[in-house]
């Protein structure tokens, strides 16, 4: 079973879901709010799992960096790569909400979904394309779904966010 608010968030991205036709099984779980404790709680839900920073440069440009969860983004070479104005920080929770409508522990690359105002541009790690099943969080952290890596590109487009494809440099 899962809380009421959790419902609440995950009925429009079962409607998206349905509509672009993009299977996915879930997961329920307690609340993860950090890969470690992913990885020491989730048990063998199989699949690449996946990192997500929500950046922002000088002139508050936001990117939406998604890769996998093991790799450690340098965020020096990624300003490079995507040409940015000034350092690459990391947005404020506030800004998190504001823009991708989840709480920190909840980042995820469906969340884009909720960005009409298509302010944020998501950066996908180009091993995410092709792995066989991807997992993240569906607008919250109590659960994963798994899908495939080109539902997950289907998903973005659907949504109005073509990805970034890149190789994210790590540091």
């Known amino acids: 079973l899962f809380r009421s608010s959790e ?3 995950e009925t429009p991205l079962l409607a998206m879901l349905d ?3 993009l299977p996915v099984t879930w997961h329920r779980h307690p609340a993860l709010f950090t890969v470690e404790q992913s990885k020491a709680l989730r048990g063998d839900i199989a699949g690449e799992h996946v990192k997500n ?3 922002r440069d000088k002139k508050r440009t ?7 969860e093991d790799k450690a983004v340098d965020l020096k070479g990624l300003r490079a790569q995507l040409d940015t104005r000034g350092g690459l920080s990391f947005a404020s929770a506030e800004l998190l909400a504001e823009s991708l409508g989840v709480e920190p522990g909840s980042v995820t690359p469906l969340a884009v979904m909720n960005d009409t105002d298509a302010r944020v541009s998501v ?4 091993a995410l394309t092709t792995a066989p099943i991807v997992c993240c969080h569906p607008l ?10 080109a539902d997950m590109v289907r998903f ?3 949504v109005g966010h073509i990805p970034i494809v890149l190789d994210v440099p790590v540091r």
Do not use: F, K
């Open 7 to 9: 419902h609440t968030v």
């Open 19 to 21: 509509q672009l036709d």
């Open 53 to 55: 920073l929500l950046v």
């Open 62 to 68: 936001l990117w939406l960096v998604v890769v996998p």
């Open 123 to 126: 950066v996908l790690d180009v």
């Open 140 to 149: 919250h952290n109590a659960a994963t779904i798994q899908m495939a890596g």
């Open 156 to 158: 973005l487009e659907g």
